[in-house]
């Protein structure tokens, strides 16, 4: 999809809101159905889902993109659906398949520049297939390099304390490697309620209106597409396209048939392993005959409001 003149790049979560709610007048004037529903998260923040539904009833099609997971990721996905509805429209994709559109999955977070949400729970490691014999342990290494990721102030770059912190800590970056840092962070945990990456303890109102979508779609349609919207991973001004490990097709046919070269695994090898990924629970709770797909969409470019915070 090209990038259009005219995309309004939002300063902050109301006026993102604002433009989403403006697409209802794309699709009145060209006199396509849709319907709206707003979720209340908090008394301020809303999460908004648009559904367009095919005039064809034999449609069965159908492509779901969520955005906002991470809160300030939303502002990226803001202006991936400016350019989706200009290109849903002109090219009259709603008679080949529905769109279903969600707007701010944690608005929290995107009002206040946040990747977690108003619980401190990274939405993206809130996705339990089962709680009560979820492994709450399951991140053994996190506790260990737990000082090193939760410092107990604020350190900021021209802070002259962030030189001791740095030297006091080499030993424990280099006992433990970059890489097996890198995994206590992104896998998720769900021991420590005031340390980064934290899964929570029970679903969040945000997933559960996520599980809700996805079950009735389940129940509506057979061909199913479902992109997530976040940013900061992979090459500048490029889309990186992340699947789940539950995905039957092997990443080199995917790019094969769609001709995208970055598309990757959410696993060690590709990516990194997630605990409770969105992804990996569409496909947990779809039914064997079906058909679907479900990606993590990220997009590496400067902005303001874009990467992981």
Known sequence: MPM???????????????????????????????DLKTEAITSKHKTDI???DSPEESNKNVLLVSTGLHGIEGYMGNIFLQILVDYYIKNELYDRFSLIMVHAINPWGMDEF?????????????????????????????????????PDKTIKRSDTSLIPFLFSNIGKIKRYGTEKIKKALTL???????????????????????????????SEYINIMHFDI???????????????????????????ETGYDLIYRSDEDDFYEICGDI???????????????????????????????
Do not use: C
């Open 4 to 34: 259009r003149d005219d995309i309004l790049f939002p300063k902050d979560y109301t006026q993102a809101r604002n433009i989403f709610l403006s697409f209802k007048d794309n699709f009145d004037k060209v006199k396509v159905k849709y």
């Open 50 to 52: 648009l559904i367009v």
């Open 114 to 150: 946040r990747r977690v949400n108003e619980n401190n729970v990274d939405l993206n490691r809130n996705f339990i297939e089962n709680w009560s014999s979820h492994d709450k342990g399951i991140n053994s290494q996190y506790g260990e390099v737990y000082d090193l990721l939760n």
């Open 188 to 218: 998720g945990q769900y021991e420590f309620d005031k340390g980064v990456y934290y899964g929570g303890a029970e679903y969040q109102k945000s997933v559960l209106i996520i599980r809700r979508i996805f079950k009735n779609i389940l």
């Open 230 to 256: 976040h940013t900061g991973a992979g090459p500048k001004n490029r889309m990186s396209v992340i699947n789940s490990v539950r995905e039957i097709k092997s990443d080199d046919l995917i790019r094969s």
């Open 279 to 309: 992804n990996d629970y569409f496909y947990f709770l779809k039914k064997t005959w079906m058909s679907i797909a479900t990606f993590s969409i990220r997009h590496a470019w400067n902005s303001v409001h874009s990467g992981n915070l």
